[in-house]
């Protein structure tokens, strides 16, 4: 149904809105289920957070430990199981992929010059196992509208013009990996995602050492860390002046306000954070 509404919007339907989430009234994908209503996946996670058995922040756990206790996706990332020596560098890196002659990290994973099976350009490629084609980086990283479902989601099949997001490249749930952290987004390789991966990183700018937010910037974090597609956002907050914002309001004791935002360096950067925050309820 959440899927139906949503084809209506795009179609164009004047009288038909997204549904808001129940909880933080935003209109955001509706992705979890909770009580028996659709909520949306900042509002999921934050009920279910509870503290990290090893670092102590309050999270939703990604896995449990051999003992049962939680484990923040921090901590699992880090964990020394998910951890190997690659063959190709001898460093003891996150394992990208698991050849016969050991594993080799995100660096080192063999390559070879071939027309990519999806964009038809020659370069770099690996043979992706769901098609069994050739394909270069920038289609493994590419982020499109999926041809099947109207998902936005990386491209892991069909065509360069008519792409499939992984669930309409292969159907079934068994064939695919999941992330190691928010064990939703369906992949083959063992890294996590990029959503995950840019709430790790927001998480190191807005939070303490152990990656805990003080309870005044939780809703900004979320608001950070929901964009619909993440690859931009990690593009974004790779710049040098939006970490240092986001650094300098994290470390802030104080509650933030416009006083606050007004002592930083002004800029276009500041501004869409002020925005942000207003937005979210912070200021």
């Not at 951890?83 to 390559?111: E, F, H, I, Q, T």
């Amino acid at each position: 149904m959440l899927r139906f509404i949503s084809e209506l919007v795009v179609g164009g339907a004047k009288t038909v809105v997204k549904p808001a989430c129940p909880r933080c009234h935003g209109v955001k994908p509706l992705s979890k289920l909770l009580d028996g209503r659709r909520v949306c996946r900042a509002c999921f996670a934050k009920h279910a957070a509870v503290p990290c058995a090893r670092c102590g922040a309050v999270r939703e756990p990604a896995t449990r430990d051999a003992a049962g206790q939680p484990l923040c996706p921090n901590c699992l990332i880090r964990d020394p199981v998910n951890l190997g020596v690659c063959v190709g560098c001898g460093r003891r890196r996150p394992v990208a992929v698991r050849l016969a002659d050991g594993v080799r990290c995100p660096s080192c994973r063999p390559k070879e010059i071939q027309e990519c099976g999806h964009c038809g350009r020659t370069a770099p490629c690996e043979v992706s196992r769901a098609t069994g084609q050739p394909w270069c980086e920038r289609c493994q990283q590419r982020w499109v509208t999926c041809n099947g479902c109207g998902t936005v989601a990386q491209a892991r099949g069909g065509s360069f013009e008519e792409p499939l997001c992984a669930k309409c490249t292969n159907p079934d749930p068994d064939f695919w990996g999941r992330c190691p952290v928010c064990q939703a987004t369906w992949q083959l390789s063992p890294r996590a995602c990029q959503g995950c991966i840019l709430d790790q990183k927001i998480r190191g700018l807005l939070g303490n050492d152990t990656g805990t937010i003080t309870p005044e910037l939780v809703s900004f974090h979320e608001a950070l860390t929901s964009a619909e597609r993440p690859d931009v956002a990690l593009a974004w907050i790779s710049r040098p002046k939006v970490q240092d914002l986001l650094e300098r309001i994290g470390r802030d004791e104080r509650c933030v306000t416009h006083d606050i935002l007004d002592d930083l360096p002004s800029g276009k950067v500041l501004a869409h954070l002020r925005r942000l925050a207003s937005d979210c309820g912070v200021l």
